[in-house]
């Protein structure tokens, strides 16, 4: 029997307990805040603070960034086992490092020599091209495309759609928004957004 505990029964959750039973987990239960009822048929066994009880894998399905780390920092602090999720129709390439509690959804493609942070979000369809560095948190959604030699900086999010032309680098804590084209360099925190990509 391999069971996984998922914390955050929402629709990214349903998505990751999908990946989790594709990935030979057969027993899946959730823990949330809000929900206590079922989660994609899937039961929610109690709150966050259940965490302390838990000696199986975990993973931290929740998108918003700040909440995802911290309850990440928090496992890493008690020594858990945390998962690395990757769908069974990702591709990826050679010399690919994927850091811990980072989950890789369906048609996602991430290409040679590329680094991606623990705790991260490579969404459906989202493709990572090489000798990128993605940081920590960091949400690539739905659909989004990063050039070669792109650098993101932790909890940034690339909104769905968006692209990010190669050589190009994106500082901590950005959100790039759907459908944007980033064509030069950011370093100031923000929210960015249209073709080209300008602060809002």
Same mark, same amino acid.
């Given at each position: 029997?391999?069971?996984?505990?998922?914390?955050?029964?929402?629709? +990214?959750?349903?998505?990751?307990?999908? /990946? !989790? =039973?594709?990935?030979?987990?057969?027993?899946?239960?959730?823990?949330?805040?809000?929900?206590?009822?079922?989660?994609?048929?899937?039961?929610?066994?109690?709150?966050? $603070?259940?965490?302390?009880?838990?000696?199986?894998?975990?993973?931290? !399905? /929740?998108?918003?960034? #700040?909440? =995802?780390? =911290? /309850?990440?920092? =928090?496992? #890493? $602090?008690?020594?858990? &086992?945390? !998962?690395?999720?990757? +769908?069974?129709?990702?591709?990826?390439?050679?010399?690919?490092?994927?850091?811990?509690?980072?989950?890789?959804?369906?048609?996602?493609?991430?290409?040679?020599? *590329?680094?991606?942070?623990?705790?991260?979000?490579?969404?459906? &369809?989202?493709?990572?091209?090489?000798?990128?560095?993605?940081?920590?948190?960091?949400?690539?959604?739905?659909?989004?495309?990063?050039?070669?030699?792109? *650098?993101?900086?932790?909890?940034?999010?690339?909104?769905?759609?968006?692209?990010?032309?190669?050589?190009? &680098?994106?500082?901590?804590?950005?959100?790039?928004?759907?459908?944007?084209?980033?064509?030069?360099? /950011?370093?100031?925190?923000? *929210?960015?957004?249209?073709?080209?990509? &300008?602060?809002?």
């Amino acid at each position: 029997m391999k069971k996984i505990v998922i914390i955050g029964a929402s629709g +990214h959750g349903k998505v990751v307990a999908d /990946i !989790a =039973r594709l990935n030979g987990y057969d027993e899946i239960v959730f823990l949330d805040d809000v929900n206590t009822g079922k989660c994609c048929g899937y039961p929610v066994v109690g709150n966050s $603070e259940a965490i302390d009880t838990i000696n199986e894998d975990i993973f931290v !399905a /929740i998108g918003n960034a #700040e909440v =995802r780390e =911290r /309850i990440f920092n =928090r496992l #890493e $602090e008690k020594n858990k &086992s945390i !998962a690395t999720l990757i +769908h069974p129709n990702a591709v990826i390439g050679d010399k690919v490092n994927i850091g811990v509690g980072t989950v890789v959804m369906a048609g996602a493609i991430i290409n040679p020599c *590329t680094e991606i942070g623990k705790g991260c979000i490579i969404n459906t &369809s989202s493709s990572v091209d090489h000798d990128n560095k993605i940081g920590n948190f960091v949400h690539v959604a739905v659909g989004a495309h990063l050039c070669g030699t792109v *650098t993101v900086g932790s909890k940034t999010w690339i909104g769905a759609g968006a692209t990010v032309i190669n050589n190009t &680098s994106i500082c901590s804590e950005c959100i790039i928004g759907s459908g944007a084209v980033v064509v030069n360099k /950011i370093d100031d925190s923000g *929210t960015y957004i249209g073709v080209p990509a &300008s602060k809002k």
